[in-house]
């Protein structure tokens, strides 16, 4: 392995682990605990080290949102491969969306709740275009081209919000899967398909 080689590897396993430590740091303490200093503490890199790979917490909290986003495309993904008929993706994906944005509370918070340096729509980054393009797979075969982006924004924000007010202890825990069952029966009933 060349010299340069290897010192890329290095900078790009010491950026991953800025990334990884800024997470779990948020996991445990929530995002306000996240600073350069703590973080330049916790994996012993001095606070320019951490400059010399992001800008400062607002940077470092775009890179976990966007890993984040990839990780959910990729959930979501599987959520479709998994899936026996048009109408069982529905709902295997509203699933996988759900329990993602709950098994991973400070990730979904960076993705979607904080003021993060992405740009969203035509020239997002990949991940979120893949991640919106699994989203309007959903109801790809129910609707014409016209009223997919606007029926697939909708079944966004209704799972954001069911996933949000779950997070934040605002809805019955014993009602989530009762939540998720109506929410894909009135997906289907506006596309004219009865859930079984």
């Known amino acids: 392995m060349s010299p340069q080689t290897r010192k890329e590897r290095e900078r790009a396993e010491r950026h991953q682990r800025i990334i990884d430590t800024a997470r779990e740091l948020a996991e445990s303490q929530g995002w306000e605990a996240v600073t350069v200093r703590r973080l330049a503490e916790r994996i012993e890199y001095s606070q320019p080290v951490l400059y010399s ?59 979607f709740m904080m003021n993060v340096d992405l740009v969203w729509g035509l020239d997002a980054p990949q991940p979120l275009i893949d991640a919106f393009a699994e989203l309007e797979a959903m109801f790809r075969p129910f609707v014409d081209e016209a009223d997919l982006g606007a029926r697939t ?11 949000t007010l779950d997070s ?29």
């Open 53 to 111: 790979h992001f800008a400062g917490k607002s940077a470092i909290v775009t890179a976990v949102a966007l890993q984040g986003i990839a990780d959910l495309a990729t959930v979501l993904h599987q959520g479709h491969e998994e899936a026996a008929s048009p109408a069982d993706a529905l709902y295997r994906v509203a699933r996988a969306y759900l329990d993602f944005a709950a098994a991973n509370p400070a990730r979904y918070e960076a993705m």
């Open 153 to 163: 924004e909708v079944a966004w924000s209704a799972m954001h919000g069911l996933a």
């Open 168 to 196: 934040h202890g605002r809805l019955r825990p014993e009602l989530r899967e009762r939540r998720l069952e109506i929410l894909v029966a009135e997906w289907l009933a506006s596309v004219g398909v009865e859930s079984a």
